[in-house]
C-alpha cells in the first residue's frame, strides 16, 4: 500500500486518527457511528472514505461521497475544512469538491463529470430534496441527474442524524428503496450522532473539557425574555472569553443579537445563522486558511476574537469545531443541546471549566421533535444535573433518547410519482418527508427593478447574491406588502411573473425589490426592516464560451454517441446491454432537430450557414429564439423512434433507447402534457400535420418522412404509458438505473457541444442575446 492511513490522516489534520477512525478506514463506513461531540467524526467519515476511495479500496468504493448536515446548520464549514484536508493531501485537483447550497448552475460541475470522484457537501433538505427529483432550490430539468447520480455509485454521511427531523426516516427509506430496487453500483448510507446509547465512548474520542450547568429563568413575558436574556448574558460574560447564545426561532436572535449590540458597543457580537447572502457570509471571506478551528467572532472582530458574543440559531448544531466559555441555550431537542454543550469549553482550554446555560423560551417550545417543554426529558436531565460539572462523556452516556420523528410513507409508489417530474405533477413539494413546517426556507435576491418589476430578459440571480430566508417570515412578508415586491420565474414558461404567498415552498428563489427593504448589514434578513438594500448584482454575465462552428446534424450525433461510450467505458456496474443503450440513444438523440421550425431558428440569424440539416449554429448567428417558443425538438425524436423498428440495433432495449433520448433535456420524460396556454392539439411546439424529411444516417439507421401526430403516444391508450410501466419495474432498471442512464446521456450531449465552444466574439458580448421565451435554462440551451 503506497501510504498507511496513518500518514494519511496525520497529513490532513496534523494528528493521529482515534482507533475508531482507523476503524472506519480498514472496513469501509458502517451504517451508524456514535461518538460524543468534539471525537471528530467529520474527519472521521471523509478521510476514511477519502482513503480507502484514492489508496486502499477505489474499486470497492463509491465514487461520490453525499456528505448532509442537518438543516440551519452552516455547510460552508464543512466544505471548508474538507477543502484544507484535500489541499494537505495533493488531493484538490483530483477530488471534486462542491458545495451544495442553494440555486447552482444547470449543468454544475458535478453533474458534468459524473464519472471523476467527487464529494457533495450541503444541508439535508437540499440534498435529500434532490434524491427525491423534487430538490429545493434545483430546475426541474436538472433534476433527473441530480436523482440519478445522488442515488447511484454514492455514499450518504448524514452528520447528527438525530436533528434531522422527518429527513431521519426519510433517509433511511431511500436507502431501503435502493437495495430493494437495485442501483448500477453500490449505494450506502451512514448515520453520526453525538447521541450515545448508554455505553462508553469510543477510547480516546471524548474531549476532557467539562461545563458548569445552570439554569436561566428569564421572565417568561415576551416583553421582558429578550431583556432578561441579554442582562444574563452580560453578567455570565467572561472578559477575554467567547459567549455563545443559541435561540431557537430566527426571530429572538436578531432580537438579541440587537440588544447585545446596544449593550457592548465595545465588543464584536455576531450574528451567525444561515439567512445572510452567500457573498457575505464570513466562512466564505477566509480566502487560503485552511484551519480546521475557524472563529466567527475573531473573523468579525479582525482580530484574535477572545473576547465576544456570538448569537447563534441552529447554526452550531452540526459541522463546526467552535470552542467558547459560556454558551446560552434555550431548550431543544435533546441532540441540539448535547452539541450546543460540546461547544462550551470544547477543548479544556478553560481549566477552570466553562458555563453552560439553559432556560426555557417564552413560548415553552424546545424547537424540534423531541419533547420541548419544561417536563421533557431533556429538561429533566439538565435539572438534574444543576451545577453539576459534567464532560461530554457524561452527555453521551446520558439516557435521554431522542424522540423518533415521524414521515410521510415513502415507497415504491410514492418513488414512482416522485419520478415524474412534469410541470403539476404531484407530489409537487417533497418539504413534508424532509422538514418541519417552521423549518422550511426559501432563496431570495434583491435587485433595482421598475414597478412593473423584472425585465423579460432580467437574468435570474447568481449565488452571490441570494439570501436563505424562513419560508413562515417570507410569507408574512408578502402579505404585509400586499403581494408585491416580489417576483418569481413561472415554472412553465420561464418568464417572470409576480410572486403570491401561495407559490411558496421549500427552495423557492424569489428576486426582491431592493428598494423596500427585507435585510441588514450585519443581520442578513430582516423582514420588519425597509432600509434599502443594496444590490450585488454586477449586470449580466456574458457566456465565456459559445459555439464557435456551424455543426452539421450528423456530426453532432456522431460525437455524442463517442462521448457516450468513452463516459460508459469508465463506469462500473453498467452491463453490456445498458451501455449499448445509452450509446445508441446519443447517436439518436437529436434527430427531431430536422424539424423546419428548429432549423429555421438556427438559420434565423443569417452568418452564411452551409447546406444540409445542422444541429448547431455558429454564435452569434442563432437568435436563440424559436417561432413556436414551446417547440422541443425531443419530443420530434421519441415520434420518430415510436414509428417503427427500422432502426432497431442488436444488443440494445428499443424502448429504452426511445426513452433515454425523449429525456435527455429532462422535458419530455413521464407525463407529457401541452405548455400553459398551448393552443390545442398542439404538443410542447409540435402541431398534429408536422412533416419531417427522410433522414438516413451513416451508421445506417434510415427514418422515412413522417407526417406527426404528437399526442398520440400519450393518450390513455397510447404506447408511452406501458413503454415507461415496462422500464420502471423491469428488474434489471427500476427508477434509479434509469436515472443514472438518463444522466450519462445528458452528460454524453454537454460534452459533444462543448467540442466546439470558443471565446464569445466581442460583438456578441457587448450586446448579448435575450432569453428565449419559454427556454429558462438560458439563451442557447433551445440549440443544445
Known sequence: MAQGFEEFFRTATGHRPYDYQRTLAADGLPRTVRVPSGGGKTAGAVLAWLYRRTVAAPGTTARRLVYALPQGSLPHWTHRRIDGWLHRLGLADAVGLHLL????????????????????????????????????????????????????DAHWVFDEAHLLGPGLPTGERLQTLREALGTTAPTGSTWMSAVGDGTAPPAGAAATGVRRVRRLHPDPDPNRYVADLVAALSAAHQPGTRTVAALGSPARARAVHAA????????????????????????????DRYDDRYDPVAESAGGDGRDGFLVVTRALDAGSDFSARTVLTELAPWSALVQRAGRCNRHGEHPEGGDLLW????????????????????????????????????????????????????????????????????????????????????????????????????????????????????????????????????????????????????????????????HLPGTGWTPG????????????????????????????????????????????????????????????????????????????????????LLAKSRSPWSTGVSSRPSFRHELVSALLLLAGPHWHAPGADPSLVTYLAAAHHGRVRVTVRPESGEPAPALLGVHPGDRTPPLALPTGERFPARVLDPAAPFRPDGRWAPLLAALLTAPDLGPFRLAHLESLVRTADWRSSARHDGPVPPAEQAAPGPTAPGCPDGPRATIR
Open 101 to 152: 447550497a442553494g440555486p447552482e448552475a444547470q449543468n454544475g460541475a458535478w453533474r458534468r463529470h459524473p464519472e471523476r470522484t467527487a464529494i457533495l457537501v450541503g444541508t439535508h433538505d437540499v440534498l435529500l430534496s434532490r434524491a427525491l427529483m423534487r430538490g429545493f432550490a434545483d430546475t426541474r430539468t436538472m433534476a433527473p441527474v441530480s436523482f440519478g447520480l445522488l442515488n447511484n
Open 529 to 612: 426592516s425597509r432600509v434599502p438594500v443594496p444590490p450585488l448584482f454586477t449586470g449580466r454575465t456574458p457566456p465565456a464560451t459559445a459555439c464557435a462552428a456551424w455543426v452539421p446534424l450528423e456530426q453532432h450525433l456522431r460525437e455524442t454517441e463517442e462521448e457516450a461510450r468513452a463516459l460508459t467505458a469508465g463506469l462500473p456496474g453498467l452491463s453490456a446491454a445498458q451501455r449499448e443503450a445509452v450509446a445508441l440513444a446519443g447517436r439518436l438523440h437529436d434527430l427531431g432537430k430536422c424539424h423546419d421550425v428548429f432549423q429555421a431558428m438556427l438559420r434565423g440569424g443569417g452568418g452564411d450557414p452551409p447546406p444540409g
Open 359 to 518: 432556560c426555557v423560551p417564552p413560548d415553552g417550545d424546545g424547537g424540534g421533535d423531541g419533547p420541548g417543554d419544561a417536563g421533557g426529558a431533556a429538561a429533566r436531565w439538565l435539572a438534574a444535573h444543576e451545577g453539576a460539572a459534567v464532560t461530554v462523556a457524561d452527555l453521551f452516556r446520558a439516557r435521554v433518547e431522542p424522540e423518533v420523528p415521524q414521515a410521510p410513507g415513502l415507497g415504491v409508489p410514492e418513488l414512482v410519482a416522485l419520478f415524474d417530474n412534469a410541470p403539476g405533477a404531484e407530489p409537487v413539494d417533497a418539504s413534508r418527508w424532509l422538514l418541519p413546517d417552521r423549518e422550511r426556507t426559501v432563496f431570495v435576491a434583491w435587485r433595482a427593478l421598475a414597478p412593473e418589476g423584472p425585465a423579460p430578459d432580467e437574468p435570474g440571480p447568481g449565488r452571490a447574491e441570494q439570501c436563505e430566508a424562513p419560508l413562515d417570515e417570507v410569507r408574512a412578508r408578502l402579505a404585509a406588502d400586499g403581494g408585491g415586491g416580489a417576483w418569481l420565474r413561472d415554472a412553465a414558461d420561464g418568464r417572470w411573473r409576480p410572486a403570491t404567498a401561495a407559490d411558496l415552498r421549500s427552495g423557492t428563489l424569489l428576486l426582491l425589490d431592493a428598494a423596500r427593504g427585507g
Open 260 to 287: 447585545l449590540r446596544a449593550a457592548h458597543p465595545d465588543r464584536p457580537v455576531v450574528l451567525l445563522h444561515p439567512y445572510l447572502r452567500a457573498a457575505e457570509r464570513s466562512a466564505e471571506r477566509c480566502g
